[in-house]
């Protein structure tokens, strides 16, 4: 069974990845679901589904949370994921190419189309991981490093195992 598990990225990946990503026709898109795969811990769907209001405060600036509705999320698993400095970086980057901003629209989108679907995601990130030559690595792989992470450095701020748990949005402890 771990066999069939995605890989979780290590530093100099990442590293890679981020280089990579410099070089593709839609850098900052393409930077940010990076970002939030890795950083925020999102799945595909998420992604996909990710609304302007989601990362939003009422005046439109950033907020210091994505706030991921049920909707989009896997399941009933929506919740308040905290919004990390590169995420936000990335956010800025794009928001200003958006301008102005529909908060009911996606923040992801393609260039036939105002959405992705989650397939668009999953098969961006295949094409990256195939290209770099990363074997085993998959759209779960930036999730899975965030939850890896979380669960070794949370003790550093004092959290334990369920906040990890809270924050990969698990309804089970053995499931984190």
């Not at 595909?44 to 991921?68: P, R």
């Not at 992705?116 to 085993?136: A, D, E, H, K, S």
């Not at 992470?149 to 990969?168: M, P, T, Y």
């Amino acid at each position: 069974m771990l066999q069939n598990q995605a890989k979780a990225l290590t530093p100099a990946q990442i590293r890679t990845t981020l280089k990579f990503i410099e070089d593709t026709r839609f850098v900052d898109r393409n930077r940010l679901i990076f970002l939030l795969s890795i950083k925020a811990g999102l799945r595909a769907k998420e992604i996909s589904c990710l609304k302007w209001s989601m990362i939003l405060n009422s005046d439109g600036s950033i907020s210091d949370v994505i706030s991921l509705t049920d909707l989009a999320s896997k399941g009933n698993s929506g919740g308040s994921i905290p919004m990390a400095r590169e995420v936000r970086k990335a956010i800025v980057a794009l928001k200003s190419q958006c301008e102005p901003i529909n908060p009911a629209a996606r923040v992801i989108t393609s260039q036939r189309s105002w959405t992705t679907n989650p397939q668009f995601i999953v098969n961006l990130f295949f094409n990256w991981y195939r290209q770099l030559g990363f074997l085993g690595c998959s759209s779960h792989s930036g999730r899975r490093t965030f939850i890896t992470n979380a669960a070794r450095n949370i003790g550093k701020f004092g959290g334990s195992i369920r906040d990890v748990q809270e924050l990969a949005r698990h309804r089970s402890l053995a499931m984190t």
